[in-house]
């Protein structure tokens, strides 16, 4: 079956879970590790002819833009991961639509080509912020990837659907981040620390689980800052957030070739889906 790869392009210093004590005003002054990172993950790409969606921060383009040709070169997506990396319902939806179309419209003068397809910091669109998806489909955005349907302190809509739905009343299709099902209850499995945290034996059981048993594809995402284990480290961060960030960041590059080698990956769809009321 094939699965959906995404790429959350952004740099370790960007993450909220830091945003306490690295203000985006610092960010041009702290050692940046994207570029290698992310030619690593292009060249692991390249070696398993596997193509993907690549989320890019505006910033990181802004800085970087050769980066974002190197990505499109090699034959992957472009989408929108907002300029600065706020978190969505703490911006007014005038703020938000600022970053959004500067974010967007620097893509697209990057690339020559629309950017239709958007993937919130921090998984952003909570029942808070889901005006954010009326902004997304007047900018011309057709494709969204940014609800997490767990609860969670920092994102989630818990009881949002579970796999690729279009929303009943927006021209817009929602790509959730996968969960699995074990006793009734939903398990993120599908990137990021969960990859992380998680062997990979129980990932793998549960990403098969939802080819095999619910015959649907998941959405995996991965950022580059997770493949670099000897990168800076925030000292005076809250527990909670090193244990986030930190944990089994040496497991990840060889987890994730596992990973290419053990299912079918590929870039988000254009193609519609059924529309689904609920949100």
């Given at each position: 079956?094939?699965?959906?790869?995404?790429?959350?392009?952004?740099?370790?210093?960007?993450?909220?879970?830091?945003?306490?004590?690295?203000?985006?005003?610092?960010?041009?002054?702290?050692?940046?590790?994207?570029?290698?990172n992310?030619?690593?993950?292009?060249?692991?790409?390249?070696?398993?002819?596997?193509?993907?969606?690549?989320?890019?921060?505006?910033?990181?383009?802004?800085?970087?833009?050769?980066?974002?040709?190197?990505?499109?070169?090699?034959?992957?997506?472009?989408?929108?991961?907002?300029?600065?990396?706020?978190?969505?319902?703490?911006?007014?939806?005038?703020?938000?639509?600022?970053?959004?179309?500067?974010?967007?419209?620097?893509?697209e003068?990057?690339?020559?080509?629309?950017?239709?397809?958007?993937?919130?910091?921090?998984?952003?669109?909570?029942?808070?912020?889901?005006?954010?998806?009326?902004?997304?489909?007047?900018?011309?955005?057709?494709?969204?990837?940014?609800?997490?349907?767990?609860?969670?302190?920092?994102?989630?809509?818990?009881?949002?659907?579970?796999?690729?739905y279009?929303?009943?009343?927006?021209?817009?299709?929602?790509?959730?981040?996968?969960?699995?099902?074990?006793?009734?209850?939903?398990?993120?499995?599908?990137?990021?620390?969960?990859?992380?945290?998680?062997?990979?034996?129980?990932?793998?059981l549960?990403?098969?689980?939802?080819?095999?048993?619910?015959?649907?594809?998941?959405?995996?995402?991965?950022?580059?800052?997770?493949?670099?284990h000897?990168?800076?480290?925030?000292?005076?961060?809250?527990?909670?957030?090193?244990?986030?960030?930190?944990?089994?960041?040496?497991?990840?590059?060889?987890?994730?070739?596992?990973?290419?080698?053990?299912?079918?990956?590929?870039?988000?769809?254009?193609?519609?889906?059924?529309?689904?009321?609920?949100?």
């Amino acid at each position: 079956m094939q699965n959906y790869l995404t790429i959350d392009v952004e740099d370790y210093f960007h993450v909220a879970a830091f945003s306490d004590i690295v203000s985006s005003g610092q960010w041009s002054g702290m050692e940046s590790r994207v570029t290698a990172n992310l030619r690593t993950i292009l060249s692991l790409l390249k070696k398993h002819d596997v193509r993907a969606t690549f989320f890019v921060l505006g910033w990181i383009a802004d800085k970087y833009p050769q980066l974002v040709l190197d990505i499109m070169a090699d034959g992957h997506d472009i989408g929108c991961h907002s300029y600065w990396h706020r978190k969505i319902y703490e911006l007014t939806p005038a703020e938000f639509r600022a970053d959004t179309l500067k974010a967007k419209s620097l893509l697209e003068k990057i690339c020559n080509r629309e950017i239709t397809a958007y993937r919130a910091p921090s998984y952003s669109i909570t029942a808070q912020s889901l005006w954010a998806l009326d902004i997304l489909a007047e900018t011309g955005f057709t494709t969204d990837s940014s609800i997490f349907p767990i609860r969670h302190d920092v994102y989630g809509i818990p009881d949002a659907p579970r796999f690729p739905y279009k929303f009943n009343d927006r021209e817009m299709t929602e790509f959730p981040i996968s969960t699995a099902v074990f006793f009734g209850r939903k398990i993120p499995v599908s990137g990021g620390g969960y990859f992380r945290i998680f062997p990979y034996w129980f990932t793998k059981l549960a990403l098969k689980r939802i080819n095999n048993k619910e015959m649907q594809p998941f959405v995996f995402y991965l950022h580059p800052w997770e493949i670099d284990h000897t990168q800076p480290r925030f000292r005076q961060a809250r527990l909670r957030s090193k244990l986030r960030h930190y944990i089994n960041l040496d497991k990840t590059m060889q987890r994730f070739e596992r990973l290419l080698n053990d299912f079918r990956l590929g870039p988000l769809p254009a193609s519609r889906v059924a529309t689904i009321s609920g949100i």
